[in-house]
């Protein structure tokens, strides 16, 4: 039987537990587990290798990207990390431009010490990347929408590009989430999510994941979950099983907020230049005096991250994307001037009223 989206959402990976009736899985507090016999256990031996909550995440995870295998993580970062793990010295991978800014951080300052190569192409145009791709290229590393510029890649014309060359396709889909695009049916060989943004949608917990059918691939990075250990407690999963299973009812109201703060921003004469793909809650702007604008508001939050019940926004250049060098950061289109907006779930008029104060203050500090 093959369930809708938001059946799979609910029950995925978790059954009623069978042992006790409990219809949420239980949160499994323990580090180690009985062995039967020296080398025979029940499923579990050790909480780094697999856990049982872990394990109902990581299958429901897998099922919402309509993929067969899912891994879980202590952070996006963790997840990122054991993915280029599987490369080696020498091995190339294209990426797209406007990547979020650790993800940059971690290939230009961390992988490249070890021989891994990069180059960084605007995704959106194929013809740059079968340009990038070289014989040693092993991955073609995508993020749409793109951070903090919202740009989308077309993700079946790069996978027909990527397979052509013998290269594999992951997508970040952190910021679409698998309620509005499922790359694995768009034909990427893996997906990778920071679930600590929208899955997870409660600021209250750090998470990553990896989704693929891969047979060869999910046992590489099985392998290297394990060898390196960044996997997340129990808690932790209990607490992002218990966010995705309002994650479709939550972004169906990110997005309908996040429209109605479109139509407001644009036109707004404080408001230089709109980014906005036309789905999802993620918005972007430019104005004349951000930090004007960030002293004064009083209902949204800035902070990093996103995709939180509660709205956040936050200035790329000197926060998310400060570890990006400066003179990148400028040729890729992110100025000093651009606010990255996370709507989140508030009534749109309170979150209207506030952003239309804060830049009339913003004007007012511009005038004089
Ligand atoms: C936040 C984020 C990450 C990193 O995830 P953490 O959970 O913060 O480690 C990776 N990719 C994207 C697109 C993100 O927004």
Redesign the pocket.
């Known amino acids: 039987m093959s369930y809708r989206f938001d059946t799979l959402a609910i029950h995925a990976g978790q059954p009623n537990d069978e042992r006790t009736g409990a219809v949420t899985v239980p949160v499994y507090q323990t580090s180690t587990f009985q062995q039967l016999e020296p080398g025979v256990s029940r499923g579990f031996d050790y909480s780094r290798t697999a856990h049982p909550t872990r394990q109902a995440l990581e299958q429901h995870l897998a099922a919402l990207e309509g993929a067969r295998y899912g891994l879980a993580f202590s952070?996006?970062?963790?997840?990122?990390h054991c993915v280029l793990s599987t490369l080696r010295s020498g091995d190339h991978v294209v990426a797209t431009q406007d990547?979020?800014g650790?993800?940059w951080r971690i290939f230009t300052k961390y992988f490249a010490k070890f021989g891994v190569e990069f180059t960084f192409v605007d995704t959106t145009d194929p013809f740059a990347i079968e340009k990038a791709i070289q014989p040693t290229t092993q991955l073609l590393w995508l993020?749409t929408p793109s951070?903090p510029l919202l740009k989308v890649t077309d993700i079946s014309a790069c996978v027909a590009i990527a397979r052509r060359h013998g290269v594999r396709t992951v997508v970040?889909n952190?910021?679409a989430t698998p309620v509005l695009q499922r790359p694995i049916e768009l034909g990427a060989d893996v997906v990778?999510?920071?679930?600590?943004?929208y899955i997870n949608g409660h600021s209250d917990c750090?998470?990553?994941c990896t989704v693929t059918n891969d047979d060869l691939f999910y046992n590489n990075l099985k392998f290297f979950q394990n060898a390196i250990g960044a996997v997340p407690g129990p808690q932790d999963c209990f607490l992002i099983l218990r966010g995705i299973k309002t994650l479709s009812l939550r972004m169906e109201k990110h997005c309908a907020n996040a429209r109605k703060i479109v139509d407001f921003l644009r036109g707004h004469e404080q408001v230089s230049r709109l980014y906005y793909p036309g789905f999802g809650a993620i918005v972007s702007f430019e104005t004349d005096d951000p930090l004007a604008f960030a002293a004064n508001t009083k209902l949204w939050t800035l902070a990093e991250?996103?995709?939180s019940v509660k709205s956040l926004f936050c200035h790329p250049a000197t926060m998310?994307h400060a570890s990006m060098d400066a003179d990148v950061r400028k040729s890729v289109g992110i100025g000093d001037g651009l606010i990255r907006l996370s709507v989140g779930l508030e009534d749109a008029r309170d979150l209207i009223e506030d952003l239309e104060q804060a830049l009339v203050v913003g004007r007012i500090a511009c005038a004089r």
């Open positions: 952070s996006g970062m963790a997840a990122i990547l979020y650790g993800a993020e951070n970040d952190t910021f990778v999510h920071s679930t600590t943004k750090l998470g990553g991250s996103l995709g998310t």
